[in-house]
T-cell receptor, first 112, second 114 residues
Framework: DAKTTQPPSMDCAEGRAANLPCNHS???????VYWYRQIHSQGPQYIIH???NNETNEMASLIITEDRKSSTLILPHATLRDTAVYYC?????????????FGGGTRLMVKP | NAGVMQNPRHLVRRRGQEARLRCSPM?????VYWYRQLPEEGLKFMVY????????ESGMPKERFSAEFPKEGPSILRIQQVVRGDSAAYFC????????????FGPGTRLTVL
């Protein structure tokens, strides 16, 4: 699976949009971009994933550049409960059975 | 539909004892994964199992660690003769077959070795 690079930390004001970048310049054609987050000491939580089209769900939006070398996770109205470590993961295929390779992630601090 | 369940949530063992960690996947999920998170580090994959089969154990330490997912009952991660370096949070995840690949994580078991 391709290596991903994320800033180690970011701050965001409560109520504002949080935009978390991820670089995956070596991603291959069959690799999806997944986002998970881990709120302090809890199990990771799935957020969203995509291949090449932008995706949106009730939690977030995922914007993938046309060349697929980078992506941005957008939390449209960050709350204090969104404070967490956010992991961007490139994973082959869209089938069950492939392990997740977690990097260092981005520690997002939402401030009042 | 209950989520992934893990027990115990906290486990304290002395060096040399055995630790058994249990994971009950979500209903209908037949794929189970175990990950380990050392203090202040990211999660590392350990093993992937389906019912009665170990599919990928490339992340498992070669000695003292074993995992199973029997036909009936929870998946078990077993650590024999624990050492202080085994102290970590152990997370289990499950996913359904052929329905997308999101993995759903349990709350974890925090193992402390004295």
């Amino acid at each position: 699976d391709a290596k991903t690079t994320q800033p180690p930390s970011m701050d965001c004001a409560e109520g504002r949009a949080a935009n978390l970048p991820c670089n995956h310049s070596t991603i291959s054609g069959n690799e999806y971009v997944y986002w998970y987050r881990q709120i302090h000491s809890q199990g990771p939580q799935y957020i969203i994933h995509g291949l090449k089209n932008n995706e949106t769900n009730e939690m977030a939006s995922l914007i993938i550049t046309e060349d697929r070398k980078s992506s941005t996770l957008i939390l449209p109205h960050a709350t204090l409960r969104d404070t967490a470590v956010y992991y961007c993961i490139a994973k082959s295929g869209n089938n069950a059975g492939n392990m997740l390779t977690f990097g260092g992630g981005t520690r997002l601090m939402v401030k009042p | 539909n209950a989520g992934v369940m893990q027990n115990p949530r906290h486990l304290v063992r002395r060096r040399g004892q055995e630790a058994r960690l249990r994971c009950s996947p979500m209903k209908g999920h037949s794929h189970v994964y175990w990950y380990r998170q050392l203090p202040e580090e990211g999660l590392k994959f350990m093993v992937y199992l389906q019912k009665e089969n170990i599919i990928d154990e490339s992340g498992m330490p070669k000695e003292r660690f074993s995992a199973e997912f029997p036909k009936e009952g929870p998946s078990i991660l077993r650590i024999q003769q624990v050492v202080r370096g085994d102290s970590a949070a152990y997370f289990c995840a499950s996913s359904p077959p052929n329905q997308g690949s999101e993995q759903f994580f349990g709350p974890g078991t925090r193992l402390t070795v004295l």
